[in-house]
């Protein structure tokens, strides 16, 4: 895989989350169902995965069907479900064949009996890759994720084996889905819009936001490596001044 010149390779992010739009909205100006789309979506996905892996990117996360997707026509949801099952059933040898690691976060209990079956079975046959860590948000949904870390924080408080003053960011971050990934540097969305619809809101407090008009069926390697010039033409300052992150730097930097 050719990786152009303009991607510092010490620079890259070490998690990357997708939010992937678009796919009934490609279809439809070419005159097809919204489920083609979704098909089409799934060559992306491939491509997108295969090129982390050749950068040797560490996380990607793909907000695959958020917990607001279950009020979609049920149609479509089925017809997503299937083409999860599907996917997943083709895909899993190719992944453990290039050293993935494939985790799901959100409400697995939600998804169809087939989907968990299939989910699990991907999930332990590449549990010793270590490569790319592939993680599926699958009836994922935000704000339910930190009202799930909530309770379950609540319940070690009236258990007694948690002290309500030591409640803070990291014992949050332990309670969420996420609690054994880094956060996510960069966040893509597709399609042209400006927003991150109840996608690891906690999580991308610090992460760089890129936008750009391609729908998600349409996006390929190279678009990927456009999201990572931009990113890499940031200055990440979490709090700090210009002056302050200069001077850290070390002198090869």
């Known amino acids: 895989m050719n990786i152009p010149e303009t991607i510092d390779r010490n620079r890259l992010p070490q998690h990357i989350a997708i939010i992937m739009d678009g796919n009934g909205r ?9 489920v083609y789309g979704h098909y089409e979506g799934v060559v992306s996905v491939r491509e997108i995965v295969d090129a982390c ?9 793909l907000y695959a069907f958020s917990s607001e997707n ?6 479509e949801v089925d017809a997503l479900m299937e083409l999860l099952v599907n996917t997943i ?18 409400h ?12 699990q079975e991907a999930i332990d046959i590449t549990a010793n890759n270590t490569g790319l860590n592939l ?49 996510p540097e960069l966040m893509i969305r597709t399609s042209g819009e400006h927003r991150i619809s109840n ?23 190279q678009n990927l490596y456009d999201a990572l010039h931009n990113y890499q033409q940031r200055e990440r300052r979490f709090g700090k001044t210009s002056d302050q992150i200069q001077t850290t730097k070390p002198d090869h930097a």
């Not at 279950?70 to 149609?75: C, G, I, S, V, Y």
């Not at 209990?109 to 299939?118: F, H, I, N």
């Not at 690891?200 to 069926?217: D, S």
Request: hydrophobic share 40%; charged share 25%; proline share 4%.
């Open 26 to 34: 490609w279809a439809k100006e070419r005159g097809e169902d919204r």
């Open 199 to 221: 996608f690891l809101m906690y999580q991308l407090a610090y992460a760089e936001l890129y936008f750009t008009n391609v729908h998600w069926p349409d996006f390929r390697q």
């Open 89 to 106: 059933r083709r895909e899993v040898d190719d992944l453990n064949r290039n050293n993935v690691r494939m985790h799901v976060i959100g």
């Open 70 to 75: 279950w009020n979609r026509p049920k149609a």
């Open 108 to 119: 697995f209990e939600s998804l169809p009996e087939a989907c968990q079956t299939e989910l």
């Open 135 to 183: 993680v599926l948000a699958l009836s994922y949904g935000s704000r339910d994720e930190i009202a799930r870390a909530a309770r379950l924080i609540a319940e070690k408080v009236a258990a007694g084996t948690l002290k309500p003053e030591d409640v803070n960011d990291d014992v949050l971050a332990q309670h969420l889905y996420t609690h054994a990934f880094p956060d």
């Open 53 to 61: 892996g050749a950068l040797g990117i560490g996380y990607l996360t």
